[in-house]
């Protein structure tokens, strides 16, 4: 027979397990999956006593610890850009960088015929990029990310021609759209089998030798830059091999023209008709706002 007293027990009974249901059988579980699932971790924060867990519920984030802060946001890519792009930070950032694990499409054009523009092996720089101009051919050139009139930047590369007559080829332009009315090229780099030299052209087209020095075929050098861009009141400053430049006018700042028209670029490769072969191999070039970064992979 069931007392007064004995009904008032299995109550009591009856709530202290749907207590433990609704509370400690909660944590149990979740404890007990978190240990078994690193997945399941963020739930077993998320369960809190007197709630039961239901499925689609999302896991709350755990705050950051004190004097942990947040990561900033990656920055967009420029137009043409598509390689790395680091986030900010003390020491500078790399704004664009192509990639020779994905191939050419990572320029934002290539201008030459089908083939000559591809990934080589080269010794102790790795996988380097080739362009091949074959005799007569006008140019053989990739393009990189289209640039700001304002902006300041470095950017860096190590090159090697092989040159097969005695006409120069330009390896590397700051190109100007449209072409005809403007510098054209208001920065470039033009080479020979013998010497190599960067030139400014104004906004007349007429060009400022600005320094020189002897190369051979088959040999790497350094290059790096630091452009600010504008149309008459912009700066180059150039480093070779490591070693800051001095230029024809005794300085080590060139103050010029270095943006025109309505749209500027970067390009490498080798460009001008001639009548022999030619061919320019290079590595990555990285723009970055600092030196450091531009050349760490030249």
Known sequence: MTTGLHRRRLTYWAAGAAALALTGGVVAIATQASATSPQAAPAARAAQPGKVAQAGDSPTQAAPPAGDAAQPAQPAQPAGGTSTSSAPSAAGKVLWKPNTAVGPSTFASVQCAPGDFKVVSSGAKGKVWQAVQPAGQERCEALGPTLVAGQTFYVGWSAKVDIA?????????LKCDPSTGTANHPIEIDATNGRVRLQEWDTHHVAHPLWTAPIVNDQWHSYALKIHLARTGGTIDLWYDG?????????????GTTYDGTSDYLKWGSYHPSPGDAATTFTSPTMATTLQLATAGS
């Open 165 to 173: 007559d005695n006409d120069d080829r330009y390896i590397f332009q």
């Open 243 to 255: 070693t800051k430049q001095t230029f024809t006018t005794g300085s080590g700042t060139f103050t």
